[in-house]
């Protein structure tokens, strides 16, 4: 709800469990007033007769009023939401004015306000798809303007309830003649409580992704960031702010925010001597350009940001409940052609895998089985077809291609960018393989690089001045490729035709889009606008694509987990978490990764004994028993298998298909943290409580210690409970209320390595 009291022109925003509240003051000003829980039942607003305390403290301290925008003219200091340069001056200019250009002063003002229920944020997805939750959301937008200069600024909140978020974005036009230059702009400013100082993020790099760090802010700046083209594998864009010692994974009051845009972005944590904290988030300033021409206007994406007093668990399943209700799109087709596709095949059925394969429901991943690490670039129509009976025989239910089948790609050195089946690897195309996988009744997926190009490629042989450069200025090249221009509308456009031609011709219902390489020189035909322009054109070919093949499903990489965040979940369905796909050290890339997103988009493979990216080995059902708490996928080579591996496989593969409504739709609770333990020990569960899934994996555990049992959480004390194990063999009977309290036994002497999974059912 909004309530807007025009008497103290105070503007609430009233969510299921939080409010957030400013004013506009007499020298109409919009003011940040407050934002945080609010009583439990009570649906009040707040008067406005309580003034927010507007004086300065220090005389070398006066910019300190928490305006709802801060705009470097009101505010020079410290940390701008935006800063803008004038070419032109004041007519008539004030007597005594020395008339020196550019202005960079811009000092916003209340104009008017108004609650719409269609409202999106730039670059929010086009492909019309829909999402879980299509109910409209009241919007408030406040427009504000410039006394002097030709600028308004619209400040957008978009309210979802449910989960206590508000999506906060900036619309800014140009209602002048001249050109104006925007310098620095961020999406949003939040103003936190005093001594909301204790900051979780992650951080990492390729193959170690989502590294949990927990610390101080300290008095200044702090800022975490990515400079790329993508969202990046050192950092990723959201946080949880909480004060130090007055929260933890299920008690306190957090914030939390994330960016809905993969490109160069930040996030700035600003604290004041004052205690006082602001968040920024957005574009990232470095290098950034952006000119509003007379008469245009810019839309920036959306900073989602909320609060509770749930701890960071509950701050984590607000962002997960938004997001598959609210971003994620939904295939309308691939469940309905995945079932026409569907019939009994006369395999030689490993036991529990079934020759008679259900479909995954529309509402969730299908099992994924990946044929890069059983043959890599050694690809053949007859070895694929053999790979995918074998897959097809454990339970898969989605069949990709990888790298290695188009062009003159026999490695990682060429054909990047030919997007044409090769003849010398399928002399009859895709056809013969895309029909066995569907006549065995899976999905067929291909994998795809659509922003790079190798030098020696024919596409890159025939425009040179494609490629991202400056002219007469080194190329550098990485992996021995180069990035694609997306500025230029040709390029983005050969891009489109290339993939839209590829899935015209075949049953494709499934891409893996990756990209392999950070950017190095962004020289671009748009200048410093390429920051946001390749972003943007990444964006409208997938929405593109999704729009004319409303089956396809896509799944985001960036060598494993560089490009992950809501923008581009908004127009995919799941993303590659990581390129490690070591069980335990998933661990860790997984439990960070869960701080802000869901399981259901957390694409996690089975791969080799010994790891081919580590070396180190693990038995199976820790393999499994750790890709089982996202989207299942099966990576390692079926051919290195021996049937009672493969009958095991099936039977764990059978085990996820019971229990995958669960982890990919259920609330998670993180009982044990390998930050705080030498286990990870997670429970996904049901809304309504009527089923969960209990995930430990022991990560380390010392030679003459016990470790205790863990209650679990979100279950109904009243109701009675089976713990069923893989085979459906009840292990435990017993009461929410025991459970919650107890937890379950058996883990207690668990060594390193060791690992299970239990599905927990309610007994009728």
Not at 181 to 189: H, N, P, S, Y
Not at 518 to 531: F, Q, R, Y
Not at 652 to 673: S, T, W
Request: proline fraction near 5%; glycine fraction near 8%; aromatic fraction near 8%.
């Amino acid at each position: 709800m909004i309530h807007f009291n025009p008497k103290t022109r105070m503007l609430n925003l009233i969510l299921r469990s939080s409010v957030y509240a400013m004013q506009i003051d007499n020298k109409d000003r919009l003011v940040h007033v407050v934002w945080g829980p609010h009583p439990v039942g009570v649906d009040g607003v707040l008067s406005g007769k309580i003034k927010p305390i507007l004086s300065d403290h220090a005389s070398f301290e006066f910019q300190t009023r928490r305006d709802e925008l801060l705009t470097f003219g009101d505010t020079t200091t410290h940390e701008v939401t935006l800063k803008a340069s004038f070419a032109t001056l004041p007519d008539p200019l004030p007597d005594g004015d020395a008339p020196h250009l550019p202005i960079r002063d811009v000092r916003l003002r209340y104009v008017s306000h108004e609650i719409v229920t269609d409202a999106q944020p730039g670059l929010a997805p086009a492909h019309g798809l829909p999402t879980v939750n299509r109910e409209p959301r009241e919007t408030l937008r406040i427009q504000m303007a410039d006394p002097v200069q030709p600028l308004t600024v619209t400040l957008c909140y978009r309210l979802t309830p449910a989960q206590d978020i508000i999506e906060r974005w900036l619309e800014l036009a140009n209602m002048g003649d001249a050109p104006i230059e925007i310098e620095q702009l961020f999406f949003g400013a939040l103003h936190l409580p005093n001594g909301t100082t204790e900051l979780t993020s992650v951080s990492g790099a390729w193959a170690q992704e989502f590294q949990t760090q927990r610390e101080r802010l300290p008095i200044g700046r702090r800022v975490i960031e990515h400079r790329s083209l993508q969202t990046g594998h050192a950092a990723n864009p959201f946080f949880l702010l909480n004060r130090p010692g007055q929260a933890w994974e299920e008690h306190g009051t957090v914030y939390f925010g994330a960016l809905a845009y993969s490109g160069s972005w930040q996030l700035s944590f600003e604290q004041f001597h004052s205690t006082d904290v602001r968040v920024h988030g957005g574009y990232h300033p470095a290098d950034f350009g952006l000119t509003l021409v007379a008469g245009a206007q810019h839309k920036t994406p959306a900073l989602v940001c909320g609060v509770c007093d749930e701890g960071w668990g509950g701050a984590s399943r607000r962002l997960h409940a938004f997001t598959r209700e609210r971003i994620l799109p939904i295939a309308v087709a691939a469940s309905q052609l995945r079932r026409a596709a569907l019939q009994t095949v006369p395999l030689e059925s490993h036991e529990t895998g079934g020759a008679v394969r259900t479909p995954a429901a529309a509402d969730y991943r299908p099992i994924l089985y990946n044929s890069w690490e059983a043959t890599y670039f050694g690809i053949t129509e007859q070895n694929q077809i053999e790979l995918a009976q074998k897959a097809a025989a454990i339970g898969v239910e989605l069949f990709c291609l990888d790298d290695g089948w188009f062009g003159g790609r026999r490695f990682d050195v060429a054909g990047l960018g030919d997007w044409t089946v090769s003849p010398d690897v399928f002399p009859n195309g895709l056809e013969p393989l895309i029909s066995e996988v569907n006549r065995l009744g899976m999905d067929f997926g291909l994998w795809v690089e659509p922003e790079m190009v190798n030098p020696d490629s024919d596409l890159y042989q025939a425009h040179p001045e494609w490629a991202l450069h400056f002219p007469g200025r080194p190329r550098t090249e990485a992996r021995c490729q180069l990035i694609l221009d997306f500025g230029r509308e040709e390029v983005v456009e050969h891009i489109f035709n290339a993939l839209d031609s590829l899935l015209a011709q075949y049953n494709i219902a499934f891409i893996k889009w990756d990209m392999n390489r950070n950017v190095s020189e962004p020289g671009s035909v748009v200048g410093k606008a390429i920051w946001q322009a390749h972003v943007a054109g990444v964006y409208g070919i997938i929405d593109r694509l999704r729009a004319k093949y409303p089956h396809l499903t896509i799944e985001s990489c960036s060598g494993g987990g560089g490009r992950i965040d809501l923008g581009i979940l908004g127009r995919t369905d799941q993303v590659w978490t990581s390129d490690n796909t070591d069980a335990l050290d998933r661990l860790r890339i997984q439990e960070g990764f869960s701080l802000a997103y869901p399981a259901r988009v957390m694409e996690a493979w089975v791969t080799h004994e010994k790891n081919h990216q580590t070396g180190r080995s693990h038995e199976l059902s820790t393999r499994f028993d750790v890709a089982m708490r996202g989207a299942l996928g099966i990576g390692a080579s079926l051919n290195g298998l021996d049937e009672a591996e493969l009958k095991e496989c099936a039977s764990y593969i059978a085990f996820y298909k019971r229990i995958r409504h669960i982890v990919q739709g259920g609330d998670l609770y993180r009982l044990e943290r390998l930050e705080e333990s030498d286990a990870s020990t997670i429970l996904y569960v049901l809304p309504d409580g009527s089923e969960a899934v209990y995930s430990v994996v022991v990560h380390s555990h010392k030679m003459g210690q016990f470790r205790r049992m863990v209650p679990l959480r979100g279950l109904i004390p009243s109701a009675t409970y089976e713990v069923l194990d893989r085979y459906q063999k009840v292990r435990l009977t017993a009461t929410g209320y025991e459970l919650m309290v107890q937890g379950i036994g058996g883990d207690e002497d668990g060594r390193s390595g060791h690992s299970r999974t239990l599905h927990i059912k309610r007994v009728e």
